[in-house]
Nanobody
Framework: QVQLVESGGGLVQPGGSLRLSCAIS????????MAWYRQVPGKQREFIAS???????NYADSVKGRFTISRDNAKNMLFLEMNNLKPDDTAVYYC????????WGQGTQVTVSS
């Protein structure tokens, strides 16, 4: 099964930026539409953004205009550029296909705090 490894999280001040990466041990093309999710302890995992094979994108209202999802099919990588971060963006961020048929990784922690 395809393994997913997220990286790039960290501590950032409100208004700051981070770029998350997702390394896919397999073919990102086989996974098709890819997505980013995030989860806060005690809450359900939340959809953030998705990108199709032809790079059509979709975003949750909470991140629209601030986050940008992209993919590199040749390198089997998925990215999430996050700008103008807010404390409510604090969460563990995960990547997976939109059908969640990759093996969930450990995620990467993003903390937005002054």
């Amino acid at each position: 099964q395809v393994q997913l490894v997220e990286s790039g999280g960290g501590l950032v001040q409100p208004g700051g930026s981070l770029r998350l990466s997702c390394a896919i041990s397999g073919s990102i093309v086989r996974l098709g539409t890819m997505a980013w999710y995030r989860q806060v302890p005690g809450k359900q995992r939340e959809f953030i953004a998705s990108i199709t094979m032809i790079r059509s994108t979709n975003y949750a209202d909470s991140v629209k205009g601030r986050f940008t999802i992209s993919r590199d099919n040749a390198k089997n990588m998925l990215f999430l550029e996050m700008n103008n971060l807010k404390p409510d963006d604090t969460a563990v961020y995960y990547c997976n296909s939109i059908l969640n048929d990759g093996t969930w990784g450990q995620g990467t922690q993003v903390t937005v705090s002054s």
